[in-house]
């Protein structure tokens, strides 16, 4: 059994930063990809950033240049540094993991990201 863990979220002004992080445990694999997704109030889920185990990166075109995501060197954590955040970054920030020789997805519970001043 694996389990995602996020950790770093928070209250923060606009302009301010936050690095959220997100550390499996369990059953450890290999986890191909890993990357976050963000659900706003009353808006469908979209995706924020994607890293393979290559450092391979996506972000979402309106992210660019303001969010950065990043491995541990054990693979099976993942960061978002997230710059110059705007009130419409407020949104439940969630990870995942995909293991292509099994093709499961798992999903971490959220931590709640709000930028507010």
């Known amino acids: 059994q694996v389990q995602l863990v996020e950790s770093g979220g928070g209250l923060v002004q606009p302009g301010g930063s936050l690095r959220l992080s997100c550390a499996a445990s369990?059953?450890?694999?290999?986890?191909?990809?890993m990357g976050w997704y963000r659900q706003a109030p009353g808006k469908e889920s979209e995706l924020v950033a994607t890293?393979?185990?290559?450092?391979?990166?996506n972000y979402a075109d309106s992210l660019k240049g303001r969010f950065t995501i990043s491995r541990g060197n054990a693979k099976n954590t993942v960061y978002l540094q997230m710059n110059s955040l705007k009130p419409e970054d407020t949104a439940l920030y969630y990870c995942y993991a995909f293991i292509s020789t099994t093709e499961r997805t798992y999903w971490g519970q959220g931590t709640q990201v709000t930028v507010s001043s």
């Open positions: 369990g059953s450890i694999f290999n986890f191909n990809d």
């Open positions: 890293i393979t185990n290559t450092g391979y990166t």
